[in-house]
């Protein structure tokens, strides 16, 4: 039975990576550039907003089964791998990957979180109110969309980094190697 829960919260950890980062690639290569061909500022922000807070509840739902399925993998780790009580966390590569994959993983949900919480919602709101007639310069725009952007792809680029880890967290005859 310890086999199938293990190999049942592995799943549910990398259904939480794809619902993660499987919609950040859908936003960066198929959403934005097809939404700039919405000709019309109102409708393009209306669209955007609809799919981007979507978007959130299923990156959220993703993160919380990383979460979830990741407090029980480093729960069992010792008794799936045999690992004796008295060998030091760190001794092993496990433990050392270990600690700078969550290092990594809270770094990219803070640049997540600034994305989704102020800087994305700020370059909502500059092309709203450019919608609306505000005077509102194409360098705040510009600026806006950088910024969001910039933090978008930082984000992307350290979950693949947590992938990668997780990858090699798994790789047992590495992973469990002394240091």
Do not use: C
């Not at 959130?56 to 990741?70: C, E, P, Q």
């Not at 770094?107 to 007639?133: C, K, S």
């Not at 967290?169 to 590495?174: F, K, P, Q």
């Amino acid at each position: 039975m310890d086999y199938f829960w293990h190999i049942f919260f592995i799943w549910l950890h990398i259904l939480g990576v794809a619902l993660l980062v499987g919609p950040q690639f859908f936003m960066a290569y198929a959403w934005i550039p097809a939404s700039r061909n919405i000709e019309d500022l109102r409708v393009r922000v209306k669209a955007m907003r609809t799919i981007t807070r979507r978007f959130g509840y299923i990156g959220g739902a993703g993160i919380a089964l990383l979460v979830g399925a990741g407090t029980y993998l480093i729960i069992d780790w010792r008794n799936y791998y045999g690992v004796e009580d008295d060998v030091e966390f760190t001794a092993l590569r496990f433990g050392v990957v270990f600690i700078v994959k969550m290092t990594v993983f809270t770094v990219m949900l803070a640049a997540l979180a600034a994305h989704i919480f102020w800087l994305g919602p700020r370059q909502l709101e500059r092309l709203e109110a450019q919608a609306n007639g505000e005077r509102i310069s194409e360098a705040e725009v510009r600026s806006a969309r950088t910024a969001s952007m910039i933090t978008s792809i930082l984000g992307l680029a350290l979950a693949l980094a947590v992938m990668v880890m997780g990858v090699m967290l798994n790789s047992v005859g590495w992973s469990l190697q002394e240091v």
